[in-house]
């Protein structure tokens, strides 16, 4: 790949952060795990307890980027149709019209997404698995880019509901923000950027850009020793006897694609092991399934699971 193409869209992709940190000012490899996923064609689920900023770094994720985008509150009595839109009788015609749901967004914000019902949440399935929705046996694309950004709270806490592994398996990444550092946490209370800033980020970058620098994370190399860590982790995790589901092919797929899109922020045409490292955690733990899980309950289980098979396979040198 061309070195002066990776540095115009490495410059574009400093510029779409900085619009980000602008207004969320909290955790900045948050930021860069959103991009990276944006990148990697991929959905993200942001999860933390309530009030450490996980709508506002989604809303001023999806108001950055000049495309279109809808924001779902998630609610027990949310329809599947609220989501993906619905057939109308046309009195005069005598026909159906088809009115569009906020799916056919390029950034779709799932606001609390494990406060709604299992049966809504499916409708996001074939959304976020194929890009398209089916209504009435007819099916339709969705917008190119699409990614939905999906926050949710602890599934302990009080109204919530406990996301399938099929849903889970769909989003490309899990993150937790933390609570922010002093400096942070005083210049958000000085600024409250919720109230003032995110009201007025412009969208910075357009979809053009957004597709090309997804086109360009295909092109960046991935070497065949890291393509055969990858399996080792994978193969690894399988045989871990705490788990009872390790990470699949669609896992080890994801992971790549991360460690690609990885390398493309950082300004580099090739990968190198710590851009599978750094990502292991985000991108595999959401898929594992822990032999204890239904017993304690522990939903960190599966992450200190994967950090003990990280540390027993050999990264390449």
Known sequence: ?????????????????????????????????????????????IEDVPGVGKTVLASAVAKSIKGSFARIQCTPDLLP????????????????????????????????????????????????????????????????????????????????YVLPENQLDRFLMRIHLGYPSADD?????????????????????PIQDIEEAQRSVDKIKLADSLVNYIIALSTASRQAEDLQVGISTRGGLALAQVAKATALLHDRDYCVPEDIISNVLSVCAHRLVSRTYMHDGDTNATSRIMQQVLETVPSPA
């Open 185 to 205: 946490e005083s210049r958000v209370i000085k600024q409250q950027p919720a109230r003032t800033s995110l009201q007025e980020l412009q969208p910075l970058m």
């Open 81 to 160: 149709s609220d989501i993906t839109g619905v057939n109308i009788l046309d009195r005069t015609s005598a026909d159906f019209t088809f009115r569009q749901g906020p799916i056919f967004n390029n950034i779709v914000v799932a606001d609390e997404i494990n406060r709604t019902t299992p049966r809504t949440q499916s409708a996001l399935l074939e959304a976020m698995g194929e890009n398209s929705v089916t209504i009435d046996g007819e099916t339709r694309a969705l917008p190119s880019p699409f990614m939905v950004i999906a926050t949710q709270n602890p599934y302990e806490f009080e109204g919530t």
């Open 1 to 45: 790949m061309e070195a002066a193409l990776i540095q115009k869209l490495q410059q574009k992709l400093q510029e779409l952060r900085q619009n980000i940190a602008s207004v969320y000012m909290g955790n900045a490899l948050a930021i860069d795990r959103v991009i990276i996923t944006l990148l990697s064609r991929g959905h993200i689920l």
